[in-house]
Every structure is written in C-alpha cells, then in structure tokens.
Nanobody
Framework: QVQLVESGGGLVQPGGSLKLSCAAS????????MGWYRQAPGKQRERVAT??????NYADSVKGRFTISRDNAKNTVYLQMNSLKPEDTAVYYC?????????WGQGTQVTVSS
C-alpha cells in the first residue's frame, strides 16, 4: 500500500534551517502532485508548498524562505526551510494526491524556539 514517511524535524533557533524529507513507498510519486502542510496547536492544517512534475507553489507566509523539491530516483520530496520563525512551529505533514485519494504521512514536529 502507499506509505509516506516524513523525517528531519526537530528543535531549531529562530533564523535557523531545517530540511524535511518525505519518502514514498508503494507508488511512483513522480507522477503525482505532492505537498507539505502544517498544523500548529489549536489551528487548522494549512498548505505550505506543493510540487507537480514541473511547477511549485508556496503559501505567502513561506515564500522566499522555504523550497520544495523532489528526487524522483529516491521517490522523495523535500522541504528546505530557512530563516525559520517561531510561528513556523507546527507538525509538518507531506501528502500525495492521486485522482480522488489523498495520502498523508504521520507528520514530523518542527519547533522554532530560543
């Protein structure tokens, strides 16, 4: 079955960087749109960035700081996060959209604090 496994979260100081990874199995992810979402305590899950075969799209709050990319040979999508702010603190989830089905990973915690 399709599985998405995120990794790379952790505790970082404001202004620091982290790189998240999302490894897909059970599906050739290169054919599908994938994305990163996040959910902070008490808030709804929000879109951070998405990537298709040829395009990327970002939430206004992360433009210029975050970069989404994919390595099709490794069946993996990445989220490079720079200039992190305390308000970036959340559980980050990756997803894959296949026709009428959306698959989600289990999430990885990112905490930005001094």
């Amino acid at each position: 079955q399709v599985q998405l496994v995120e990794s790379g979260g952790g505790l970082v100081q404001p202004g620091g960087s982290l790189k998240l990874s999302c490894a897909a199995s059970g599906i050739a992810s290169r054919f599908y749109t994938m994305g990163w979402y996040r959910q902070a305590p008490g808030k709804q899950r929000e879109r951070v960035a998405t990537i298709t075969a040829s395009t990327t799209n970002y939430a206004d709050s992360v433009k210029g700081r975050f970069t989404i990319s994919r390595d099709n040979a490794k069946n993996t999508v990445y989220l490079q996060m720079n200039s992190l702010k305390p308000e970036d603190t959340a559980v980050y989830y990756c997803n894959l959209l296949r026709t009428l089905t959306t698959y989600w990973g289990q999430g990885t915690q990112v905490t930005v604090s001094s």
